[in-house]
């Protein structure tokens, strides 16, 4: 990020501090800005900027989604006329797609940073998403969706590849602009801002369709089928919806969505995402899926869907994730890599790899958040664009000739060797934890005391879970 890109992202953000006391949070500050941003006008100020919201949120095309339901949050007359004016100062006409993208990329970053507001649940780390992106290279004229994209980071870093490793032709930038793109997000404020972010980006225009659906993409097979699937699920292990009871009081319910596309039927929310991926792809499809650790080693269900993922694609990369680096705390994920492939009798997998980015590996979120060169070597191992020349890094055996230890990150198991494992479980590690045999190795007080936090907090939230599943069968 430039200086002065950095510089006008300060200068915005610290508005915010101001509007806080008048009880606007990070989120309806961001969007209030960009509304204004896109209007580029606020004569007669309150009043008009209110008509102007609900006109807006009437017209066609992505300009009426990303105001539809809009409001002023800002009740201050004086307060609304000062951020006016703060945009004023600044030439945005003359700030390229980039530029302008990247400053809405920093501040989205900063409002997910809001804990208490809980916005970090639809931002996923940048470097995490490049990574995932550099993996499956992406080509111009494919289509690329989004299940659950949240505010577009991978729209974004799927386009940003293309743009920069191809020079398109006249229809392929009109294919990458209009065409490729399709998600869906049914938190209304958070599809806003992914909205917006992609006409900042110039994907898209004011007057076209909008390419991200308010629908729940787990209730029913669309029919349609695209190139890649990048996508990080909203974490959580159980789909629910919320009702009104007969005393007028809101209960949640458990849904289970019976597709019959779907190899089980479960309110595992996870679970459900995988099996939908997998519809989603084209027999010549690539997808990449950050999943919780209850994915790879979760029995019943889980078992069940692993065997049939196993047999329908080919599941062929498993990169193991740190904590500390998502907004959600305590959370424990990896990216699982597989192909779509055309029906058969035998197992299309024949071997996972494995890249064990978590043993002995330290990360949190302000001291030393991910970055992407922490990834460079799994991209390597990957080999994206040859993946017949990937090479073990471990080896049960160190001869002073070799480079392979048993210390190294990536490795290899066949389908044999997966298939007998106890309910076929994909979680996998074979690296030993340094810091419970050696305490000298140990990290600095403030990862531990993280490490603590976050523990805790998966936890208690596997309490919980408990503890909904025990008062669901009182009610039985």
């Given at each position: 990020?430039?200086?002065?890109?950095?510089?006008i992202v300060?200068?915005?953000w610290?508005?915010?501090h101001?509007?806080?006391d008048?009880?606007v949070?990070?989120g309806?500050?961001?969007?209030?800005?960009?509304?204004?941003?896109?209007l580029?006008r606020?004569?007669?100020l309150?009043?008009?900027y209110?008509v102007?919201l609900r006109?807006l949120?009437k017209?066609?095309?992505?300009?009426?989604?990303?105001?539809?339901?809009s409001?002023n949050k800002?009740q201050?007359?004086?307060?609304l006329?000062r951020?006016?004016?703060?945009?004023?100062?600044?030439?945005?006409?003359m700030l390229?797609a980039?530029?302008?993208?990247d400053?809405?990329?920093?501040?989205?970053?900063k409002?997910?940073?809001?804990?208490?507001s809980?916005?970090g649940?639809?931002?996923?780390?940048?470097a995490?998403?490049?990574t995932m992106?550099?993996c499956q290279?992406?080509?111009p004229n494919k289509?690329?969706?989004?299940?659950a994209c949240g505010t577009?980071g991978?729209f974004?870093?799927s386009?940003?590849?293309?743009v920069?490793?191809?020079?398109?032709?006249?229809?392929?930038?009109?294919?990458v602009?209009?065409s490729t793109?399709?998600g869906?997000?049914?938190?209304?404020?958070?599809?806003?801002?992914?909205?917006?972010?992609?006409?900042?980006?110039?994907i898209?225009?004011?007057?076209?369709?909008?390419?991200?659906s308010?629908n729940?993409s787990?209730i029913?097979?669309?029919?349609?089928?695209?190139?890649?699937?990048?996508?990080?699920?909203?974490?959580?292990?159980k789909s629910?919806m919320?009702?009104?009871n007969?005393?007028g009081?809101q209960?949640?319910?458990?849904?289970?969505?019976n597709?019959q596309?779907?190899?089980?039927?479960t309110?595992?929310?996870?679970?459900?995402f995988v099996?939908?991926?997998?519809?989603?792809?084209?027999t010549?499809?690539?997808?990449?899926?950050?999943?919780?650790?209850?994915?790879?080693?979760e029995?019943g269900t889980?078992?069940?869907?692993?065997?049939k993922?196993l047999?329908?694609?080919?599941?062929h990369?498993?990169?193991?994730?740190?904590?500390?680096?998502?907004?959600?705390?305590g959370?424990k994920?990896?990216?699982?890599f597989f192909?779509?492939?055309p029906?058969?009798?035998?197992?299309w997998?024949?071997?996972?790899?494995?890249?064990?980015?978590?043993?002995?590996?330290?990360?949190?979120?302000?001291?030393n958040?991910?970055?992407?060169e922490d990834?460079?070597?799994?991209?390597?191992c990957?080999?994206p664009?040859?993946r017949?020349?990937?090479k073990?890094?471990w080896?049960?055996?160190?001869?002073?000739s070799?480079?392979?230890?048993?210390?190294?990150?990536?490795?290899k198991?066949?389908?044999?060797e997966?298939i007998?494992?106890?309910?076929?479980?994909?979680?996998?590690?074979w690296?030993?934890?340094?810091?419970?045999?050696?305490?000298?190795n140990?990290?600095?007080?403030?990862?531990?005391?993280?490490?603590?936090?976050?523990?805790?907090?998966?936890?208690l939230q596997?309490?919980?879970?408990?503890l909904?599943?025990?008062?669901?069968n009182?009610?039985?």
């Amino acid at each position: 990020m430039s200086e002065n890109t950095s510089g006008i992202v300060s200068k915005v953000w610290s508005f915010c501090h101001t509007l806080r006391d008048d009880g606007v949070g990070y989120g309806d500050y961001l969007e209030q800005l960009w509304e204004i941003l896109v209007l580029k006008r606020g004569a007669e100020l309150e009043i008009y900027y209110t008509v102007l919201l609900r006109e807006l949120g009437k017209q066609k095309g992505i300009l009426g989604q990303i105001f539809v339901k809009s409001q002023n949050k800002i009740q201050d007359p004086a307060k609304l006329f000062r951020l006016v004016q703060m945009i004023n100062e600044e030439n945005w006409v003359m700030l390229g797609a980039d530029v302008k993208g990247d400053i809405y990329e920093s501040l989205l970053e900063k409002n997910a940073e809001d804990t208490k507001s809980g916005a970090g649940q639809y931002f996923t780390p940048r470097a995490l998403i490049k990574t995932m992106v550099e993996c499956q290279q992406p080509e111009p004229n494919k289509t690329i969706a989004d299940p659950a994209c949240g505010t577009g980071g991978f729209f974004l870093a799927s386009y940003d590849y293309i743009v920069a490793n191809y020079s398109l032709n006249k229809e392929q930038k009109q294919f990458v602009k209009y065409s490729t793109f399709f998600g869906n997000e049914i938190v209304s404020n958070t599809r806003r801002l992914c909205l917006m972010n992609l006409f900042l980006h110039n994907i898209g225009d004011i007057g076209s369709e909008s390419v991200i659906s308010p629908n729940d993409s787990l209730i029913a097979d669309d029919g349609k089928r695209y190139d890649y699937v990048l996508t990080n699920p909203p974490f959580g292990k159980k789909s629910s919806m919320t009702f009104t009871n007969d005393e007028g009081e809101q209960e949640k319910e458990e849904l289970t969505y019976n597709r019959q596309d779907f190899w089980a039927t479960t309110s595992n929310k996870q679970l459900n995402f995988v099996q939908h991926i997998r519809t989603m792809l084209k027999t010549t499809g690539k997808a990449a899926v950050v999943v919780p650790d209850n994915v790879l080693f979760e029995g019943g269900t889980g078992e069940t869907v692993r065997k049939k993922l196993l047999e329908t694609t080919d599941l062929h990369t498993i990169l193991r994730l740190p904590t500390g680096i998502f907004y959600a705390q305590g959370v424990k994920a990896n990216v699982i890599f597989f192909d779509g492939k055309p029906a058969s009798k035998n197992p299309w997998t024949k071997e996972i790899w494995v890249y064990d980015y978590r043993t002995n590996i330290h990360h949190t979120l302000k001291k030393n958040p991910l970055k992407f060169e922490d990834l460079q070597d799994f991209v390597s191992c990957y080999s994206p664009s040859n993946r017949a020349k990937r090479k073990e890094t471990w080896s049960e055996v160190v001869e002073p000739s070799r480079n392979p230890s048993p210390e190294g990150r990536w490795r290899k198991f066949n389908y044999e060797e997966i298939i007998t494992r106890d309910k076929t479980s994909l979680d996998i590690t074979w690296i030993k934890d340094k810091s419970l045999a050696d305490l000298e190795n140990l990290p600095d007080p403030d990862v531990i005391a993280a490490e603590i936090v976050e523990n805790l907090e998966s936890g208690l939230q596997s309490f919980k879970t408990v503890l909904s599943v025990l008062n669901e069968n009182s009610k039985i």
